[in-house]
């Protein structure tokens, strides 16, 4: 069995314990260091994705206030409808929420956002 450090890959001696899956503690901690590296850079980007949708809810809130505007205004921005933080119920309404922002999309391809 090899060394499952991604940067090694030596031989395990057969007369280690069969669970083993590093040759060493160096090799097992250089890999959870990788991993760590690999798990910040995808929350990073996930991160980045919801500041990038609540700036634009910010935005359209700062222009329009709480009106009911077109959709459109919004996907010139390349609003990325599928980010969510959370979901509350204001007046019977069930709003979208990015951050500090809420929204709600009608059927007539209309939105109103509102500031929470």
Excluded: F, Q
Excluded at 2 to 8: D, E, V
Excluded at 18 to 23: A, E, H, K, L, Q
Excluded at 50 to 75: A, P
Excluded at 85 to 111: A, L, Q
């Amino acid at each position: 069995m090899n060394c499952n450090y991604r940067y090694c890959g030596e031989v395990i001696p057969p007369d280690e314990n069969g669970n083993r899956r590093y040759c060493n503690d160096e090799c097992y901690m250089a890999e959870k260091l990788e991993r760590s590296k690999d798990n910040y850079a995808v929350n990073k980007k996930s991160l980045n994705e919801i500041k990038h949708v609540e700036k634009i809810l910010s935005v359209g809130h700062k222009k329009y206030g709480s009106e009911i505007i077109d959709c459109n205004i919004l996907r010139v921005e390349k609003m990325n409808w599928s980010i969510i933080t959370g979901t509350t119920k204001i007046d019977g309404e069930t709003y979208r929420i990015v951050g500090r922002y809420g929204y709600i999309v009608y059927s007539n391809n209309t939105i109103k956002i509102i500031k929470l």
